[in-house]
């Protein structure tokens, strides 16, 4: 069997995040999180300071518009820090 | 599991802080010799598919959701120091973009949701993998159960830093008992979409996942110099 480059595997993988970001975060249940519904049963919600989120938090434009920045910036710090001679670098 | 500004004190988030930094600046050293030609392109992607992933909550009980956390799946998939670099990524997005999570509680976000996950689902994995047949099809179950145990391992976490830091007086026990008792059914959810990511991309590039290695090796009786020796 052909293996798939690591392009399509790549590719696949964006796809992915695209759609779980942009389409299936719309399906995502409303209901607190562990930590948010346990700090409102323990009477520590009230602690919170809350924030705006400068793109008004999450849609599925705005997810998108998430996964291609953490892409950005994730790919760029380890494409920055990676191993240029993957053989023999001992240094 | 993002916690928000105000739910510790100062001198404990400082602390979160100091600490999340010291932790990235290993993952920025150790990530070199995790990141090759086969791991280098993926590291963006798999940063970017878990911010995407942790948008997705699921129910979990009544009134209550999770999502993924996703340090065990990072590491799996990149390396533990590469991982929590995603990791810590993601977390800063989330926070500057998306006001989720404190700003003065970045650091005990990353903490949690990143350094105890990726070294509790790292260790796990690595420990079961010694242990358990060096098979292919191992690899993502093992991958699900690493990822189980780190959720209520970061909620475990969280307790801790509530003890020594938390700005409400409240039973620690009970706050234990639940933070502890949901994470362990969020950390099901955890191990069901671990399993199934890595066992993807097992399924067509197994040489990608860099947990799947040793089991490669074995398997091809290949001696890779770029893999060494992954003792933690």
Same mark, same amino acid.
């Given at each position: 069997?052909?293996?798939?480059?690591?392009?399509?595997?790549?590719?696949?993988?964006?796809?992915?995040?695209?759609?779980?970001?942009?389409?299936?975060?719309?399906?995502?249940?409303?209901?607190?999180?562990?930590?948010?519904?346990?700090?409102?049963?323990?009477?520590?919600?009230?602690?919170?300071?809350?924030?705006?989120?400068?793109? @008004? @938090?999450?849609? =599925?434009?705005?997810?998108?518009? @998430?996964?291609?920045?953490?892409?950005?910036?994730?790919?760029?710090?380890?494409? =920055?820090?990676?191993?240029?001679?993957?053989?023999?670098?001992?240094? | 599991?993002?916690?928000?500004?105000?739910?510790?004190?100062? +001198?404990?988030?400082?602390?979160?802080?100091?600490?999340?930094?010291?932790?990235?600046?290993?993952?920025?050293?150790?990530?070199?010799? /995790?990141?090759?030609?086969?791991?280098? +392109?993926?590291?963006?992607?798999?940063?970017? !598919?878990?911010?995407?992933?942790?948008?997705?909550?699921?129910?979990?009980?009544?009134?209550?959701?999770?999502?993924?956390?996703?340090?065990? %799946?990072?590491?799996?998939?990149?390396?533990?120091?590469?991982?929590?670099?995603?990791?810590?990524?993601? !977390?800063?997005?989330?926070?500057?973009? !998306?006001?989720?999570?404190?700003?003065?509680?970045?650091?005990?976000?990353?903490?949690?949701?990143?350094?105890?996950?990726?070294?509790?689902?790292?260790?796990?994995?690595?420990?079961?993998?010694?242990?358990?047949?060096?098979?292919?099809?191992?690899?993502?179950?093992?991958?699900?159960?690493?990822?189980?145990?780190?959720?209520?391992?970061?909620?475990?976490?969280?307790?801790?830093?509530?003890?020594?830091?938390?700005?409400?007086? %409240?039973?620690?026990?009970?706050?234990?008992?639940?933070?502890?008792?949901?994470?362990?059914?969020?950390?099901?959810? /955890?191990?069901?979409?671990?399993?199934?990511?890595?066992?993807?991309?097992?399924?067509?590039?197994?040489?990608?996942?860099?947990?799947?290695?040793?089991?490669?090796?074995?398997?091809? %009786?290949?001696?890779?110099?770029?893999?060494?020796?992954?003792?933690?």
């Amino acid at each position: 069997m052909r293996r798939a480059s690591t392009k399509v595997v790549a590719a696949g993988v964006l796809l992915v995040a695209l759609l779980l970001a942009g389409v299936v975060s719309r399906f995502a249940s409303e209901d607190p999180d562990g930590l948010t519904k346990v700090s409102e049963d323990h009477g520590f919600a009230d602690t919170e300071k809350a924030r705006d989120s400068p793109v @008004g @938090g999450y849609g =599925a434009l705005t997810g998108v518009l @998430g996964v291609l920045v953490v892409l950005g910036l994730a790919g760029g710090v380890t494409y =920055a820090v990676r191993r240029r001679e993957p053989s023999d670098d001992q240094s | 599991m993002h916690v928000p500004d105000g739910f510790l004190d100062a +001198p404990t988030s400082i602390a979160t802080g100091a600490v999340a930094a010291v932790a990235v600046g290993v993952a920025l050293r150790g990530a070199r010799r /995790e990141l090759d030609d086969r791991t280098a +392109p993926l590291a963006g992607l798999v940063a970017a !598919f878990v911010f995407a992933t942790q948008m997705l909550n699921f129910p979990v009980v009544s009134g209550t959701s999770g999502h993924l956390m996703g340090g065990a %799946l990072a590491a799996i998939l990149v390396g533990p120091f590469t991982g929590l670099l995603c990791m810590a990524t993601v !977390f800063l997005v989330q926070c500057l973009l !998306f006001a989720d999570g404190g700003i003065t509680a970045l650091g005990t976000n990353i903490d949690l949701m990143g350094v105890v996950t990726v070294v509790v689902g790292w260790s796990v994995f690595k420990a079961l993998q010694r242990v358990l047949p060096k098979r292919l099809s191992m690899v993502a179950p093992t991958a699900g159960v690493a990822a189980l145990l780190s959720v209520p391992a970061a909620a475990g976490a969280f307790v801790l830093l509530y003890a020594v830091g938390g700005t409400a007086d %409240l039973s620690l026990s009970s706050l234990a008992t639940a933070m502890i008792g949901v994470h362990v059914l969020i950390g099901i959810g /955890e191990a069901v979409i671990t399993g199934l990511a890595v066992g993807s991309i097992v399924a067509v590039r197994p040489d990608l996942v860099y947990g799947a290695r040793p089991v490669l090796e074995k398997r091809e %009786l290949v001696v890779r110099t770029t893999a060494e020796a992954t003792a933690p």
